[in-house]
């Protein structure tokens, strides 16, 4: 049965009626896109999108409060392009709009993309063929972080080994270490985010699973909060051995690349990602899987970027809240056989595990 369709009215900030979009059928994938002052990297974001081998999709672009010039580049590509739909709201974050696109997904499948990255034009193809032949309902891709100047590759993200994909993550726990945190190298099935939402009909109203599995208002690693949730809510994960996300080097403008007052968020985020699985009851060694990845994400992740480029003063303040965090969520931590695997070389686990010995080789290097 195809999906009931529903008109929707999306109001401007600006007063004017911008978007009123009649929804006339339904579509196999909705490509959320947040959008909030890119620049020229947003015209080379959606002609990537574009030029899908896949079309039967709709390209969900949430105007984040943006000014002017990118408002007007937004509604001119509306009108040119019947696939796309453009929710509008005051600047509220990339989490807040990322909730909004979803709340307006229209497709049996979510993919993400960022307003100045890129994907290959077998993006949604590839990963769509993958779930369908294998009835998985998420599907992962590898991907590349490039520089912007150059085009060139800084680091590539392949997710690991397809073979040890294939299954849940109940029976394989070690898929959490192997995932990103990243949303936009996944294609979804719509009813990981939904409670209410079976796949042949469109309820009237959708509830979402749980608070954990709604982005973090305010929180600039939204990823971080839902990714995994949605990975555990999913009965099969599979791989997609292609390159098919190409997340862009915007220096400063990135979070990522900051390094600033906003990984103070980091702590936040993992923890809604610990209350939803303890909500979910998660076996023994899927939790300790969960301790070695906050340890990742909070500490030896953090060696090559926050730990380097961050002040001192704002390091020790994120050393303090992350020891307090894995000591709260994860007593014992230190001693799994789970951290050992993340981190196996001996000396290096004992200054990671130890705030005074972390601070001095920080301050030493």
């Excluded at 909030?36 to 672009?61: K, M």
């Excluded at 001119?76 to 909730?99: D, K, T, Y």
């Excluded at 809510?233 to 990135?254: F, M, N, Q, T, W």
């Amino acid at each position: 049965m195809a999906l009931t369709p529903r008109k929707t009215a999306s109001m401007d900030k600006r007063g004017d009626e911008t978007v009123r979009s009649e929804y006339v059928h339904s579509c196999t994938i909705s490509v959320v896109m947040p959008v909030w002052n890119p620049g020229a990297y947003l015209e080379d974001a959606l002609a990537s999108v574009c030029a899908q081998t896949f079309e039967d999709f709709e390209l969900l672009l949430t105007d984040d409060g943006n000014d002017e010039a990118t408002h007007s580049q937004l509604q001119a590509f509306v009108a040119a392009e019947p696939r796309a739909r453009l929710i509008s709201q005051e600047h509220a974050g990339r989490a807040a709009a990322r909730n909004a696109g979803v709340a307006a997904a229209r497709g049996r499948w979510l993919a993400f993309v960022d307003a100045d990255d890129l994907v290959a034009p077998r993006y949604l193809q590839a990963q769509l063929e993958s779930a369908l032949r294998t009835k998985a309902d998420c599907v992962v891709c590898a991907y590349e972080r490039f520089d912007t100047a150059t085009g060139a590759r800084l680091t590539l993200h392949d997710e690991g080994s397809a073979a040890l994909y294939g299954t849940d993550i109940r029976h394989r726990p070690d898929i959490l270490l192997a995932m990103d945190a990243s949303l936009c190298n996944h294609l979804y099935a719509r009813h990981l985010f939904f409670d209410n939402d079976g796949d042949s009909e469109m309820p009237a109203e959708r509830v979402p699973v749980s608070p954990a599995l709604i982005f973090p208002p305010g929180n600039d690693f939204e990823d971080l909060a839902v990714a995994y949730c949605l990975a555990l809510r999913a009965h099969r994960i599979e791989k997609v051995d292609e390159l098919l996300y190409r997340y862009r080097d915007a220096g400063p403008a990135s979070v990522m690349a900051a390094c600033d007052e906003r990984y103070l968020q980091i702590p936040q985020a993992l923890g809604c990602m610990v209350d939803y699985f303890d909500a979910c009851a998660v076996e023994p060694d899927v939790r300790d899987n969960l301790a070695a990845l906050c340890f990742i994400h909070l500490l030896s992740g953090r060696l090559d970027d926050f730990f380097v480029q961050a002040t001192a003063a704002l390091r020790t303040r994120f050393i303090a809240m992350a020891f307090e965090f894995l000591n709260v969520r994860f007593p014992g931590w230190r001693h799994l056989s789970s951290v050992r695997k993340v981190c196996p070389r001996w000396v290096k686990r004992m200054v990671l595990t130890h705030p005074t010995l972390l601070r001095l080789y920080v301050w030493m290097s």
